[in-house]
């Protein structure tokens, strides 16, 4: 008997089977170059100190924050629904891993998304990581979500 895939809930974003993985599957890439440069390079040493004067770019029209390091630009796409932000993807470039740029992002746009009452909604494999190595953070995921 062939197996079944499992039906998946419609989101105000579209079906998660459509939308999802590729950008799931984007992030855990990141997520492994990122840990093969620090272990490999001995790189990560930097803390995210040293990025909190870089300018965060909340470009609304392509929805994403922006911060340009080295004349290279780092995201964090989302999705905006009433006072839930849904971080989609996270992207550093390639000459930026294991410096601690995608943390910065990250706990900038967490900072962003408390100052201004939102809930986070993390479906982005970077994001909930780097949750997980700072629970303090879960007080602005929207409730029910598991990280």
Not at 3 to 15: A, C, D, N, Y
Not at 91 to 106: F, N, Q, R, S
Request: hydrophobic fraction near 40%.
């Amino acid at each position: 008997m062939a197996m079944q895939r499992p039906k998946l809930p419609i989101t105000p974003l579209g079906p998660l089977s459509n939308y999802l993985f590729p950008t799931s599957y984007l992030c855990a890439l990141q997520v492994l170059r990122a840990l093969r440069s620090c272990a490999s390079t001995g790189a990560g040493h930097h803390t995210m100190n040293d990025y909190t004067q870089v300018p965060l770019i909340n470009d609304t029209s392509s929805r994403q924050f922006e911060m340009e390091v080295e004349g290279r630009m780092a995201k964090v796409e989302y999705e905006l629904n009433g006072t839930k932000m849904f971080l989609t993807h996270a992207k550093v470039p390639k000459a930026l891993e294991g410096l601690g740029v995608g943390a910065a992002i990250v706990e900038r746009v967490f900072s962003y998304i408390e100052e201004n009452n939102l809930k986070l909604v993390p479906m982005c494999a970077f994001v909930t990581a780097h949750l997980r190595k700072h629970p303090e953070w879960k007080r602005i995921v929207e409730k029910g979500v598991q990280v």
